[in-house]
Structure formats: C-alpha cells, structure tokens
C-alpha cells in the first residue's frame, strides 16, 4: 500500500532551521509530483512547496519564499522541505502530499500522517 512517512518536526525558536522528510514507499516515486502542506490552528490547509516528479521545476507560497527549499531523492524515493528562519506563524502540522504525474487517482493524491512544527517566539 502507498505511505508517506514524515519526519523531522519539532519545537524551535524563532530564527531557526528545521529539515522535513517525507519517505514514501509504495508507489513509483519517480511518477509523482511531491508537495508540502501546512494547517494551523483555525486556517485552511494550505500549499507550502510543490516540485515536479523529475525534481525539474518547484514553486512555493509567497509566505515562504526566500526561506524554504524543497528538494527529492528518487534514488531514496524522500522529498524534503528545508525551512528556515522559522517563523511563529509557520507553526502548524505539516503534511506530504503525492499526486501522480499521469493520472489523476486519487483526485487529491495521496497524504502523510502529518507532522507537528512548533515555532516558538
């Protein structure tokens, strides 16, 4: 079966840096378009990094540019979100998100368990 486990978040300070991983096993990796996505407490769930399933093009919130990097091995079949200088409103669960490249099942991809990031001031 397809999973998406994450790891690597935390509690920091402000200022600081955090590496995510995401690990996904089941599925072509080299097939999917990988994303971040974070929910705080009272928002919507919201885009943080997306890049493409060959790790040729990226794109992110404007919340985040200039601070946040999202990379991938497919040798290790892992995408990665480096964030830093970590903000109190980055706080929130981050959640790996895989969408196949050709079609579209699931509609929405398919999701991690999530992983709580923690930016205190």
């Known amino acids: 079966q397809v999973q998406l486990v994450e790891s690597g978040g935390g509690l920091v300070q402000a200022g600081g840096s955090l590496r995510l991983s995401c690990a996904a096993s089941g599925l072509t990796f080299n097939r999917y378009a990988m994303s971040w996505y974070r929910q705080s407490p009272g928002k919507e769930r919201e885009l943080v990094a997306l890049?493409?399933?060959?790790?040729?093009?990226?794109n992110y919130a404007d919340s985040v540019k200039g601070r946040c990097t999202i990379s991938r091995d497919n040798a290790k079949n892992t995408v990665y979100l480096q964030m830093n200088d970590l903000k109190p409103e980055d706080t929130a669960v981050y959640y790996c998100n895989a969408r196949n490249v050709v079609i579209s099942i699931p509609r929405n991809g398919y999701w991690g368990q999530g992983t709580q990031v923690t930016v205190s001031s």
């Open positions: 890049i493409g399933s060959t790790g040729g093009s990226t």
